[in-house]
Antibody, heavy 121, light 107 residues
Framework: QLQLQESGPGLVKPSETLSLTCTVS??????????WAWIRQSSGKGLEWIGS???????HYNPSLNGRVSISVDTSKNQFSLKMRSVTATDTAVYFC?????????????WGQGTLVTVSS | EIVLTQSPGTLSLSPGESATLSCRAS???????LAWYQQKPGQAPRLLIY???SRGPGIPDRFSGSGSGTDFTLTISRLEPEDFAVYYC????????FGPGTRVDLK
């Protein structure tokens, strides 16, 4: 059964870089024909897609994040990661990782349980 | 960017009743790019419907999706106690966006 698990610091200072990792178990990122995504949820903005990555390293990002985001993949560890630079309080949210169908239909399934990241000094 | 609007904001119903949730898009959405999710407190969203009308893995047949263009509907027939939750629609058009959600709560 495919499972995803987010990990990383729960508290980040303003102007610093938020770093999260998603560990995938039950399937291999490599050769899966899926993208792998980061999505966040805050009370202010609801659910917001951050970006997605393929095992080749091809990425798609939400332009609303103004180039602050980079997503990378490590197929040897079956993980993918998120870095978000110059964070502010508005980046406080629960961050989810998810498998992302990007060929044919467009959907996220399954999702990790999510991790709360608070931006505060 | 396509904006999704969901209505009503809250639906108060009793177990056994049916729920009809609406998702309206600011521009036409390809049906295969429209999905619905259920989220319960403290949990991640769970895929219910993809391609506007196909049920996700393990989703009971009391959940059904329909619609095309700018108007899509999620119907839950015979509400079960575990169906009281928040429901989101999602679309893709260069970027993925989600609606603000409809809360189905116990009357």
């Amino acid at each position: 059964q495919l499972q995803l698990q987010e990990s990383g610091p729960g508290l980040v200072k303003p102007s610093e870089t938020l770093s999260l990792t998603c560990t995938v178990s039950g399937d291999s990122i490599s050769g899966s024909s899926y993208y792998w995504a980061w999505i966040r949820q805050s009370s202010g903005k609801g659910l917001e897609w951050i970006g997605s990555i393929y095992d080749s390293g091809t990425t798609h990002y939400n332009p609303s994040l103004n180039g602050r985001v980079s997503i990378s993949v490590d197929t040897s560890k079956n993980q993918f990661s998120l870095k978000m630079r110059s964070v502010t309080a508005t980046d406080t949210a629960v961050y989810f990782c998810a498998r992302n169908e990007f060929f044919g239909n467009r959907r996220f399934d399954p999702w990790g349980q999510g991790t709360l990241v608070t931006v505060s000094s | 960017e396509i904006v999704l609007t969901q209505s009503p904001g809250t639906l108060s119903l009793s177990p056994g009743e049916s729920a009809t949730l609406s998702c309206r898009a600011s521009q036409s959405v390809k049906s295969r790019y429209l999905a619905w999710y259920q989220q319960k407190p403290g949990q991640a969203p769970r895929l219910l419907i993809y391609g506007a009308s196909s049920r996700g893995p393990g989703i009971p047949d009391r959940f059904s999706g329909s619609g095309s263009g700018t108007d899509f509907t999620l119907t839950i027939s015979r509400l079960e106690p575990e169906d009281f939750a928040v429901y989101y629609c999602q679309q893709f058009d260069d970027i993925f966006t989600f609606g603000p959600g409809t809360r189905v709560d116990l009357k």
